[in-house]
């Protein structure tokens, strides 16, 4: 299972950005698929999750931030809108595979004030 996150950048604060992440070895389609977050000096903490069905988003990025993956199952996606400087991190895609969570390496999004 390989996983590949990219669309990351530099954007300014309220602007928006579109990270995907492309699959390989898995289907997004038929598994639990999730984005986390990592700040420097700070712990990588769960962004969005889709599961069983829901969709659950961190309270901080409720409202602005959306997670898809599309139909075929070999992308996923996280929209995120009204970007602030706290926002800045490396974002990782997830999947679910045999009981585990799987990720790649992230992509650097940096929100300037």
């Known amino acids: 299972v390989q996983l590949q996150a990219s669309g990351g950048g530099l954007v300014q604060a309220g602007g928006s950005l579109r990270l995907s992440c492309r699959a390989s070895?898995?289907?997004?389609?038929?598994?639990?698929v999730a984005w986390h977050r990592q700040a420097p000096g700070k712990q990588r903490e769960l962004v969005a999750v889709?599961?069983?069905?829901?969709?659950v988003y961190a309270g901080s990025v409720k409202g602005r931030f959306t997670i898809s993956r599309d139909i075929v199952g070999h992308e996923m996606y996280l929209q995120m809108n009204s970007l602030k400087p706290e926002d800045t991190a490396t974002y990782y895609c997830?999947?679910?595979?045999?009981?585990?969570?799987?990720w790649g390496q992230g992509t650097q999004v940096t929100v300037s004030s």
């Open positions: 889709i599961n069983g069905g829901q969709t």
């Open positions: 997830y999947a679910a595979e045999s009981g585990r969570w799987r």
């Open positions: 070895g898995i289907s997004f389609a038929s598994t639990a």
